[in-house]
């Protein structure tokens, strides 16, 4: 089917389809124009706390993401010796490990039992060894950037306990599944350890997420793939009523 405008036959089907097509394309480079601001608030956010003083933890009310992520916070206490976690499947310089993250208590009683990751360690070569880590030990002041992990909804977490340590491996770093399963107050947030630097293990805290220039280049070409099929489209139809002229003229 084709619609007849004055003289040029425009394919009813094909247009609808093509629309359809530049639509969701369309919507694709907007969404990951959207997603490159994000990425650029996250480092911006990241990088504007690596010149900041380190503010008391105690003094900060209401932790919530928006005011709060990566916040540069001192606390003083010291950790519980047990249970030490962890994350699974983190990859540093193509080797795959795990994050090892303790529970601190802090000496401000107004203040719960905080989560801290201490960083990076290289997993054993047996999936089934599950390694003994022994935390740092003795009243410390630490420094750290406040994180909001991001909840997955379609990750399990699961705790898989050491039957010769005291380590539990877990899947997912989500402090409200944390701390129902160790009966701590609820939280959303967690530690990443900063200083004292000779405690705790390899880290680079900098947001490991995909860059905003990435996502740029990706809207670029779902843009770029809108105007070609629109072109594709125009040369299309432009073929079609040069055959239809011919063909009039032939009769």
């Known amino acids: 089917m084709t619609l007849k405008t004055t003289n040029i036959q425009i394919p009813l089907v094909a247009t609808i389809i093509t629309l359809l097509a530049i639509g ?31 503010k008391p933890l105690s003094s900060i009310k209401d932790l919530n993401e928006d005011q709060h992520r990566f916040t540069y916070v001192s606390v003083s206490g010291q950790f519980q010796s047990t249970p030490v976690l962890l994350l699974d499947n983190k990859i540093l310089d193509s080797t795959v490990g795990y994050n090892v993250m303790g529970f601190f208590q802090p000496e401000a009683r107004q203040l719960p039992i905080q989560l801290v990751n201490l960083g990076w360690i290289p997993a054993p070569k047996l999936r089934s060894d599950i390694p003994e880590i022994d935390l740092p030990k003795g009243n410390l002041t630490l420094t750290a950037y406040v994180y909001f992990p991001s909840q997955n909804e379609l990750t399990q977490n699961s705790f898989e306990y050491a039957t010769n340590n005291d380590s539990v491996r877990i899947q997912e770093a989500s402090p409200n599944a944390l701390s129902k399963e160790f009966n701590l107050t609820p939280r959303s947030h967690l530690l990443l350890l900063e200083t004292p630097k000779d405690i705790g293990w390899q880290r680079d805290w900098e947001p490991q997420v995909m860059k905003p220039e990435k996502h740029y280049g990706y809207a670029t070409q779902w843009f770029s793939l809108a105007v070609a099929c629109l072109v594709i489209f125009v040369i299309a139809v432009i073929k079609l009523n040069k055959q239809s002229k011919k063909e009039e003229e032939t009769q």
């Open 24 to 54: 969701v394309l369309v919507k694709l480079g907007f969404w990951q124009l959207e997603r490159a601001e994000e990425k650029q608030q996250l480092f911006a956010d990241y990088e504007s706390q690596q010149t900041s003083e380190a």
